[in-house]
């Protein structure tokens, strides 16, 4: 069996998409138990849009208490780029 993935399905990734810098950054819930699935799924879809996109780094994101709440993935993919990119449903 082969899981076939589709540049389209970065627009499934995360509950948040935002641009930083000119690069696209994912947002996802610390709670979320999917996580690490989607992590593999973001390094390999941004593989197949082009080898030079990678992850570039993931970090903890706090609300004003201090509590973490969320994990934030960086990566280089070009903002553009990103909303060039249909979705798919």
């Known amino acids: 069996m082969t899981l076939e993935i589709q540049k389209e ?6 509950h948040t998409t935002f641009q930083e810098n000119g690069l ?3 947002l996802f819930n610390i709670d979320d138990e999917t996580f690490w699935i989607q ?9 197949d ?3 030079d996109y990678k992850i570039s780094s993931i ?3 706090a609300d004003n208490e201090g509590n973490i709440t969320d994990i ?6 070009p903002w553009e780029e990103y909303t060039k990119i249909d979705s798919k449903n």
């Open 49 to 51: 849009i082009s080898p």
């Open 72 to 77: 934030i993935i960086h990566t280089n993919l």
């Open 9 to 14: 399905d970065i627009k499934k990734l995360g």
């Open 59 to 61: 970090n903890d994101f």
């Open 24 to 26: 696209t950054s994912f």
């Open 39 to 47: 992590e593999i799924f973001l390094r390999n879809i941004l593989k």
